[in-house]
């Protein structure tokens, strides 16, 4: 893949390359409704004001506003600005249309966001995200966060991707324990927690002292805490050993051995409860989850989210929700970079049909329609070339197959298709000849599929 | 519909309203890859240099810049700007990986847009179009300009919408024919004859000769050649008889005529040659194509294109291409504000599996992963309400299904299934049970379908 796209980090797919993206996000959808999940889109643009609500990302915000703007436009209707994730535009369309809407209200989002950020592998300005999300009008059942996790876990088994592993937290866990042996300002704590993977446990236990305030004791608690990472409910105990008590503390165990105890059983390995994750802590009120791809741990994590108690709010009511959200484009481009699949071939077409001389054209898309009509994508040539060219151009394409049509002397007409990769050829009905199953449609081969 | 917007331009639709637009993508998209198009997307921001290229609509133009620029980011990249159609873009995609592609090169490409347009019916800020192009390098056969018509009427042909027209004219033709006539300034003429429909003929007479500077016989029979509309090749015949003779004329009824005669025989009453279409002229070079819903002619066209010799060039190379674009959003609005199609059910599921208690809440997601292997999409009920509420639960999601699972005394499992629109009850196995085939999926009822 030596091509270079001409806007750095804004990725544009070669056809063969799209098919590939587009079997991801065909599966995204197919496992989504299989789960219940109804499909919302929201427009591309907010208000800035709408987006800013939630924090101090502006910088990466791309602002929109017409070339020749009226000294109106803003007026009327505030700045826009291109939205940087779904879960807030998904905010606004719930409080828009609470009393449209069914609760608890079930919902999958796939579309494009946009961030100014300096692109890198993994990080691109123009990206496409994958959300699903369950909204309670009032309250949300914990059982959400299970399923939740449950739904992506599908979703991610059926992609063409090396084995995950989605960690799971809980925010109240955390913040619970660190009441229990003094620290009241969760925040500051999970900010240096965070820091563990790139600096280290000694320079985080420095921090926490110099920067949060905490003894050594308290330091070396935190950081206990934060090195337990169990396949099962077994964290529990683990925990337990730290002899913390604290309500909240509590009530966050309980929830995280709900989601990691039921995830385990129905999928073994798929999870771990990883006490160190603090990414999204601030922000998530419960469950928080990450995803990394085994063996591409440097990339990040490849499906994120977690429970907010307040999702969205009007005056008078409030919705809770629990959802997760899948960087298709960063999945994507690690899948072609490094050839985890590919398509079976470059186009839809299964046939060519040939021209035997210029005035067949109309034959020949009459094949093509009888083909057609039996799902069997076909094109027609354009120009009655040598057969050899012409199969050739469908070589080129990819197109397993190539009809040719003759018109004998006294009127009948007789039909043949060629396998271009075997060479052979034999009569055929337009009406009743169907390629091998494997042929019909390009497919995605995953490279242990891969003949090649 | 009394449901608005929160942003005038910008619609948003219910789930079950975004069921229909899903139908109209998902039927434009196998229309599309049966006839061998392949998918591409490009990105949502060109630079500003590349979309004011071909003219003055800068108006309409949405710019895009970071809330906290840099001064590097326009010196770097230029500015940027949301696309305001798929063939500009689609352009320059072709010339950045003409040397990855294979021509003639087919692809479709659906993807939102965006025009700072005011708002008004049939005119969205952000709305989503298909297109269809083939493009050549160097020549590109005339056949497309027959077989592009052929594919959009399959497409439209598929789509819950009323019977529709679509209307054919060509540039060269026109052209030739007013310099046939003395008036070499076609682009002039035709923006005179663009505004038959409003103001009229008498009134367009008078402005081809006081702005155009024609003589009345030359205003009279450029008059007359618009008034030329006819569902076969006759129109060949009607412009002779208007006595006038030019090679470029000749050319461009050679080519009206393929396509015309082609696409009356293949779908009969579906294509009209109509000599008025002077809009889109200025800027096609032959073929030229609109298209509209009979009843709702002032929705205007909603399916639009023609020929360009240069679609792309290089220094080097010239890529002529052919092509039409559906205006997917117009068609979804008209369809939905009409009532001429509406979603079976809001929500995918098909089964909603009732919780006994809450303790059986792992033996529901047994049942629903059962009937999701076999493509049931299926949710399972978070609390334990009484029955009468989880069946009023489905109900109010226009789920068909409750599934019903008891334990008995002696540990045996039994499971019921209940179609709660007839109230019957039945037992079924969660690994064999199938609903009917039009309870499978939410599918789109047209009009005549629809038993309500």
């Not at 807030?88 to 579309?111: D, H, M, S």
């Not at 959802?323 to 994507?332: D, E, K």
């Not at 151009?393 to 004998?408: C, D, K, M, S």
């Amino acid at each position: 893949m030596a091509r270079t796209t001409s806007l750095s980090g804004f990725p544009e797919w070669l056809p063969e390359e799209r098919i590939v993206e587009q079997h991801v996000l065909d599966s995204l959808r197919r496992t989504f409704e299989l789960h219940g999940f109804s499909s919302v889109e929201t427009r591309a643009v907010e208000t800035v004001e709408q987006l800013l609500r939630k924090g101090e990302i502006d910088k990466e915000v791309y602002g929109v506003s017409r070339l020749q703007q009226d000294e109106n436009d803003s007026a009327k209707e505030g700045s826009l600005a291109l939205h940087f994730d779904l879960t807030v535009p998904f905010a606004r369309y719930v409080v828009e249309n609470n009393g449209y809407l069914t609760f608890p209200f079930r919902r999958y989002q796939i579309q494009k966001v946009w961030r100014g950020e300096r692109p890198q592998e993994g990080r691109a300005r123009e990206f496409t995200q994958a959300d699903v999300d369950v909204v309670g009008d009032g309250t949300l059942p914990f059982r959400y966060d299970v399923e939740l996790a449950l739904v992506m876990i599908d979703a991610l088994s059926a992609l063409p991707i090396p084995p995950f592993v989605l960690r799971v937290n809980n925010r109240k866990l955390a913040e619970g324990f660190y009441r229990g042996i003094g620290l009241d300002d969760a925040p500051a704590v999970l900010r240096e927690i965070d820091k563990l993977e790139k600096i280290g446990a000694d320079a985080v236990a420095r921090n926490l002292q110099d920067a949060v305030g905490a003894t050594g004791e308290q330091a070396r608690a935190a950081l206990a805490l934060a090195a337990i990472r169990t396949e099962d409910t077994s964290f529990v105990e683990r925990v337990r050993e730290l002899g913390v008590s604290n309500e909240l503390l509590e009530e966050g165990l309980a929830e995280l051995a709900e989601v990691v105890g039921e995830a385990s059983q129905r999928a073994p390995g798929k999870v771990v409860a990883d006490l160190s994750i603090a990414r999204g802590l601030d922000y998530y009120t419960g469950t928080v989850y990450e995803t990394v791809l085994v063996g591409h741990e440097q990339l990040g994590s490849v499906c994120s989210g977690g429970r907010y108690e307040s999702l969205a709010s009007t005056g008078k009511k409030n919705f809770p929700g629990v959802g997760l959200s899948i960087g298709v484009t960063r999945l994507v481009t690690r899948i072609l970079s490094q050839s985890m699949a590919r398509a079976s071939r470059s186009v839809p077409s299964a046939v060519l049909v040939a021209l035997t001389d210029d005035a067949s054209w109309s034959a020949a898309q009459d094949v093509a329609t009888a083909l057609r009509a039996r799902g069997i994508a076909t094109e027609v040539a354009a120009t009655a070339q040598k057969f050899g060219k012409q199969i050739r151009h469908a070589e080129r394409r990819g197109i397993p197959f190539v009809w040719f049509t003759t018109v004998g002397e006294d009127g009948s007409v007789s039909h043949e298709v060629k396998d271009i990769r075997s060479g052979e050829q034999v009569p055929a009905d337009p009406t009743a000849w169907q390629p091998p199953a494997e042929d019909l449609h390009a497919t995605v081969l995953t490279q242990d599929q891969d003949p090649a």
